[in-house]
């Protein structure tokens, strides 16, 4: 992401090589418009239809599964993550659509015929503003943007749509929550196994399959994701090093610069 406010992009592909799993430094909203999807959040596995909105947060791996046999269209909106709670103010928080802790929170939200229609208009509306050159267009853009983000709030409120994700197993789950809160902790896959009592073999086959990637690449992601949040709020590279459970410096300095392409002092500095 380019700029520090927000992007919004329309594709639409006759055809699309695989996309791997990963992660953003700011939110995204994605409409999905047309295709054969299944999607990947954590895990989780959406199977789309036209017309659902999907919320993803900054620390949330992500991957579309795209059948290849039909055209692939959707909306794409990115938003900085500061830009967006710079808007808060008391009782109103913007981001709150995108906060897994509330009780509210879904990745997934399949909306009726009237909240459809609206999305799509605010979003066409928001396209046409963002890429034109006309008088005060930029502010204009604005104003919708801040319309949408109103209405989808809303719309995650009140979502009665229950449904849920097509594939997740309750193992996975609550292995991507140990890992979540014991990043700075042995997690080899020998360890994991005995703490769940599975085999080795079942825990890496199952996990490959649920979420896309194996339990080694995981956890470093998910290291390195805590890493470059660390490194933002001023903590030094050694420092960061062991509160993420890299052994030593070399690697987590190898791992860094070749997922990010700069060293974690550099990043430091750039930021």
């Not at 802790?101 to 009237?114: C, G, S």
Request: glycine residues 4%.
């Amino acid at each position: 992401m380019k700029k520090q406010t927000f992007e919004i992009f329309h594709y639409r592909d006759p055809k699309i090589d695989g996309v791997a799993m990963h992660h953003h430094d700011f939110y995204e909203i994605y409409f999905f418009l047309n295709g054969s999807v299944e999607y990947r959040v954590e895990g989780r596995t959406f199977l789309l239809e036209p017309g659902d909105l999907l919320l993803i947060s900054p620390n949330e791996f992500h991957q579309p599964l795209v059948n290849p046999g039909a055209a692939y269209e959707r909306i794409v909106l990115w938003i900085d993550k500061t830009y967006l709670e710079g808007f808060s103010c008391e009782n109103v928080d913007l981001s709150s659509c995108f906060k897994s802790e509330l009780p509210t929170h879904k990745n997934l939200l399949r909306l009726n015929a009237v909240q459809r229609t609206d999305i799509t208009e605010k979003l066409s509306l928001l396209i046409k503003e963002y890429y034109s050159d006309a008088f005060a267009s930029n502010l204009s853009a604005t104003g919708i943007f801040m319309q949408l983000m109103a209405e989808i709030n809303r719309i995650a409120l009140v979502s009665s749509y229950s449904g849920e994700p097509m594939k997740e197993t309750p193992l996975i789950s609550q292995v991507l929550q140990y890992i979540s809160e014991h990043s700075s902790e042995d997690l080899s896959l020998e360890n994991l196994a005995q703490r769940f009592y599975v085999s080795k073999y079942h825990l890496s086959h199952e996990f490959s399959r649920a979420v896309g990637t194996s339990i080694y690449r995981y956890i470093m992601l998910k290291r390195l994701l805590l890493a470059k949040q660390l490194l933002a709020d001023g903590n030094s590279p050694g420092d960061v090093c062991h509160r993420c459970g890299f052994q030593d410096y070399a690697n987590f300095y190898r791992a860094f610069k070749a997922e990010y392409g700069v060293s974690p002092k550099e990043y430091t500095k750039a930021i």
